[in-house]
Nanobody, 128 residues
Framework: QVRFVESGGGLVQAGGSLRLTCTAS????????MAWFRQVPGKDKEFVAA????????WYPDSVKGRFTISRDNAKNQVYLQMNNLRPEDTAVYSC?????????????????????WGQGTQVTVSS
């Protein structure tokens, strides 16, 4: 059974940094593309970052490009989201996600439909 558990969220002042961790069980993350999304109450999930299974490509929306970095540690079976220069508008629940197919790079990284497995999320709150 595939399971993702996020950690590392919390309260931080604007301009600060956090590193989120997604710990996987039931699969080896090195064989899969992975992504991070965020969601605020009343809104759809918003794409934040993605990395392909071979670690050769990453994708970010303009809203976080240059501030957020996705990476993975295959030995620990973890995926990370380093978030720097945080802004109040980054406040959300952050979730990691992965597709069901191994060695597959989603053609539409920003679409939630590309990802079958999701974690429960971790809250990030950025104060002004």
């Amino acid at each position: 059974q595939v399971r993702f558990v996020e950690s590392g969220g919390g309260l931080v002042q604007a301009g600060g940094s956090l590193r989120l961790t997604c710990t996987a069980s039931g699969r080896t993350v090195s064989n899969y593309a992975m992504a991070w999304f965020r969601q605020v109450p009343g809104k759809d999930k918003e794409f934040v970052a993605a990395i392909n299974w071979s670690n050769t490509f990453t994708w970010y929306p303009d809203s976080v490009k240059g501030r957020f970095t996705i990476s993975r540690d295959n030995a620990k079976n973890q995926v990370y989201l380093q978030m720097n220069n945080l802004r109040p508008e980054d406040t959300a629940v952050y979730s990691c996600a992965g597709p069901s197919r191994s060695y597959y790079t989603p053609s539409r990284q920003k679409d939630v439909e590309e990802y079958e497995y999701w974690g429960q999320g971790t809250q990030v709150t950025v104060s002004s």
